[in-house]
């Protein structure tokens, strides 16, 4: 159907035509800890965002999104736009402009692309979006020389300078790299990345993604996001740095009283989770990788409880009315009735919530 949309609106001729991929990501261990230079495991999923993309020979982008109006991108003007924030067009020039600061000559494609990754689903649409641009960038102007990592840094940076929202690498790299992975961000600039092969099939639990019915899009929840990240930099700002990854815990945990009055209660449970929840992402790849299935479902649902006690990320103090993650934990809960696992998924405020059931 894609191939078809795109010969229907480019012309069935065009010279150099290719499919690209950007897959959807879940975020299985580590909530809100790639900002800080800690550790998470990731993986891609079988939904995805597919585009038919061929060279125009012009300085133009041009992308048909199934179910949207048509994006159009001059490759003349890759600085940030005020007016584009939050918007697929911010995502395009970011990836652009990355794309040229690296030293790459950009030139002008046509592509039509459809999506199986929800919009607002916390699957990351935005991070497949940015995967899929940078795909198509790397086949016709790069001579496909940017690997994976490269890629998902790209795509942090369009979603941090071009469109706003000041997100983690996490998002990106498991769109990116794909598969199940383990990520050490200890140095971003050249993270640790490792494949953890576990067939999570054998072990008679399906990962189920719920959709919760509230939107993980609305832009009165980038600020959230946003603040998470600021409120755990405040707390490193305290002991001179920048990241709490940099910050030993125990030197935290001496000065929490200081801390309660200098960032506030609320940073400093956000600051607990970090330290958690980092040791937590390692010790779940470390359970996969020994088989230990019942263990790695504790870390769930431990992850969980920290996301709602400490992180806070379930529902949005703009919008109180609207609880709808904690009412399906609490729903989701009952049902499994001890069984399983069942926690808030990705960035949280709104849209999905994870069960292994």
């Given at each position: ?54 060279p ?16 159009e ?89 071009h ?46 993604i ?43 945990r ?11 209660d ?88 994870q069960?292994?059931?």
């Amino acid at each position: 159907r894609t191939a078809e949309a795109f010969a229907a609106g480019y012309g069935a001729d065009a010279q150099g035509a290719a499919l690209f991929s950007g897959p959807g990501r879940t975020e299985i261990g580590g909530n809100h800890t790639d900002h800080q230079h800690g550790h998470v495991l990731c993986g891609s999923v079988d939904l995805d965002m597919l585009a038919c993309a061929a060279p125009n020979g012009t300085r133009m982008v041009r992308i048909q999104s199934e179910g949207y109006p048509a994006l159009e991108i001059s490759l003349d003007d890759l600085d940030p736009k005020k007016e584009e924030e939050n918007t697929s067009a911010a995502l395009v020039r970011g990836v652009a402009a990355k794309i040229a600061e690296l030293g790459y000559t950009l030139s002008g494609f046509d592509a039509c692309a459809t999506s199986t990754v929800l919009s607002g689903s916390g699957l990351s649409s935005s991070a497949a979006y940015e995967t899929l641009v940078g795909n198509i960038f790397n086949h016709f102007c790069c001579g496909d020389k940017l690997d994976a990592v490269t890629i998902a840094k790209i795509g942090q940076y369009a979603e941090n300078v071009h469109f706003g929202k000041l997100s983690g690498l996490m998002d990106q790299m498991g769109s990116s790299v794909g598969a199940c992975v383990a990520i050490d961000f200890k140095d971003p600039a050249d993270p640790v990345v490792e494949r953890v092969d576990y067939d999570f099939s054998q072990s008679g639990y399906a990962l189920c993604i719920v959709d919760t019915g509230s939107d993980h899009s609305a832009k009165h929840l980038t600020e959230d996001y946003s603040n998470i990240t600021r409120e755990m930099c405040s707390i490193a700002a305290h002991f001179g740095k920048k990241v709490l990854r940099d910050v030993p815990e125990q030197h935290f945990r001496a000065a929490v009283t200081a801390l309660r009055k200098e960032c506030g209660d609320r940073a400093v449970l956000r600051a607990m989770h970090f330290y958690s929840d980092d040791r937590r992402a390692a010790q779940e790849a470390g359970a996969l990788k020994q088989g230990n299935f019942e263990a790695f479902l504790n870390m769930v649902n431990a992850s969980g409880r920290s996301s709602s006690q400490c992180l806070q990320n379930t529902w949005s103090i703009h919008d109180p009315k609207q609880q709808a993650i904690p009412l399906a934990l609490t729903v989701g809960e009952h049902l499994l009735d001890g069984m399983g696992a069942i926690r808030v998924h990705g960035g949280g405020f709104a849209g999905t919530i994870q069960a292994w059931v």
